[in-house]
């Protein structure tokens, strides 16, 4: 997969067929969590995926099996911390107004760099 994500996808939590064995999903969005804290460019799709905990249904499992999909094709990716360079404090931010469908909340995030180590992140629903 080239991106953990399709675009523009809206998850909802009552479309699709109950999962029969709740407690693999959940296992797995841990373990995606977990992975976050070297895979940055993850955190929004899982942090997506991981409201739909307590009653996950089939399209919630398909996005998360992309996500692992995404992860395998994409091995070299991660968090690099060079020795040495530029000591530059960079700061990114960004919001979309109402984009949850269900619950017309905003999703914001921001990632903050120094040099070439990202050092603070984070992306939640409003």
Request: hydrophobic share 35%.
């Amino acid at each position: 997969m080239a991106t953990p994500m399709e675009p523009y996808l809206k998850l909802k939590k009552e479309e699709g067929e109950l999962l029969k064995n709740a407690r693999r999903f959940r296992q797995l969005v841990g373990s995606l969590i977990y992975l976050t804290i070297t895979r940055l460019e993850i955190s929004y799709s899982i942090g997506v995926i991981s409201q739909f905990m307590q009653n996950p249904r089939t399209h919630h499992l398909d996005a998360a099996k992309r996500i692992l999909r995404y992860v395998k094709g994409s091995p070299a990716y991660g968090l690099m911390y060079k020795k040495g360079g530029d000591f530059v404090l960079r700061g990114f931010t960004d919001a979309d107004w109402a984009g949850d469908a269900v619950d017309r909340r905003s999703t914001s995030g921001y990632c903050f760099s120094l040099g070439s180590a990202v050092v603070s992140w984070c992306s939640k629903k409003q």
